[in-house]
């Protein structure tokens, strides 16, 4: 054998007896993922016997949730002057014994602590166990307390602002008359106003139309099912794809206004004088909150706000396509104007 020979067996050897150690040791793993894929993918019939029985209190408990939108460990915040608790059991109330109260002022923070029925009463059912701390803890009837609290979150407080039907027609009327002087008074120095002397631009027309819009949804959807809005005022949240379709429409529309707006104000921002804008944002402010009140309290209460809508949508595309929109533009600077004649912008002469 020669020595370049001999040097090559000497090579391989111990390259084709690592090969056959390696596979040695790689089979016992492979039967082993093998099996684990096998018993993995094996499904026992008998595997839905160990699923999830609730007791008769979890299954209480999901029902008082499922009506009530709120259990245990839920957060509420006092808006009243302030909220009596009774110390003992509500037991001891009915049964006509000595009890000790306490109060609890506004901007208290509350925790759900417990939840009793109580058929017995006549004013109330329900009883609920609130918190503030360690030491202040009681019982109120249910419909004693949601007339004290709210959910203790900003949106909920937001709609509780925007729900008092007290405050609506306070607002209606001192923004209404307010409203209508201040359009009076910009009108009549040849200010710019929303529908009447409106900027070559749709999107001032655009907002007013989505807060009536919005407005009317809204209130439809207190009507139509006040359940599904009773849920969100618990449980409140900004993502229009994490509720019902319906909701998500609102929201959709809630974040419409939010961009529309911001629209707006460039366009007024560019078409007039800082002063002008200030005034004429002002104006567009006015007569958004007035057709928020109009259309709210029309449909909710006399259900005219729907052939409203579309009367207020046909003068509102009418007056911007009459009196507001740009039909021209200046030969000499390119920006849009009204009519024919000397430019607003820079003066020159348009035939």
Same mark, same amino acid.
């Given at each position: ?55 008769? =209190? ?16 839920? =957060?509420?915040?006092?808006?009243? +002057? ?17 009890? +000790? ?50 959910? +203790? ?13 007290? %405050? ?25 106003? @929303? ?55 609102? %929201? ?14 460039? +366009? ?7 002063? =002008? ?22 449909? %909710? ?33 390119? =920006? ?14 348009? @035939?």
């Amino acid at each position: 054998m020669t020595p370049q020979l001999r040097h090559s067996v000497k090579r391989r050897c111990p390259v084709r007896s690592w090969r056959s150690v390696s596979q040695l040791c790689c089979l016992p793993f492979c039967l082993l993922a093998l099996l684990l894929v096998l018993t993995a993918c094996y499904h026992r019939p008998s595997a839905t016997s160990d699923a999830w029985i609730p007791t008769p =209190e979890q299954q209480d408990s999901i029902s008082f949730y499922t009506t009530h939108h709120y259990t245990q460990d839920y =957060e509420f915040l006092v808006t009243a +002057d302030s909220l009596q608790l009774v110390r003992q059991q509500p037991a001891e109330v009915l049964n006509g014994m000595l009890v +000790d109260t306490l109060s609890v002022g506004e901007g208290s923070h509350l925790v759900v602590a417990d939840i009793m029925m109580m058929p017995t009463d006549t004013i109330d059912s329900v009883w609920v166990q609130v918190a503030r701390d360690m030491e202040t803890i009681g019982w109120v009837r249910e419909s004693e307390m949601l007339t004290a609290v709210s959910p +203790d979150n900003p949106i909920s407080l937001f709609i509780d602002f925007f729900s008092d039907t007290h %405050l609506l027609l306070m607002l209606a009327f001192v923004v209404l008359v307010g409203a209508l002087y201040l359009i009076r008074r910009l009108y009549r120095k040849n200010a710019k106003v @929303v529908h009447f002397n409106d900027i070559g631009s749709f999107y001032p027309a655009l907002l007013a139309l989505l807060v009536a819009a919005t407005a009317v949804f809204y209130n439809t959807i207190q009507i139509v099912n006040p359940d599904s809005w009773r849920h969100y005022y618990y449980h409140p949240t900004l993502n229009p794809f994490a509720v019902p379709l319906h909701l998500g429409l609102f %929201l959709a529309s809630v974040w419409a206004l939010v961009v529309v707006g911001m629209a707006a104000l460039d +366009d007024v921002r560019r078409h007039l004088s800082p002063s =002008e804008t200030f005034f004429y944002s002002l104006g567009l402010a006015a007569v958004c909150a007035v057709n928020y009140i109009v259309f709210s309290l029309t449909t %909710l209460y006399h259900y005219l706000g729907y052939p409203l809508l579309v009367a207020y949508a046909v003068f509102a595309v009418y007056r911007y396509l009459r009196g507001s929109r740009a039909r021209f533009h200046c030969g000499s600077c390119g =920006e849009p104007i009204r009519e024919k004649g000397p430019c607003p912008h820079c003066g020159a002469m348009n @035939v």
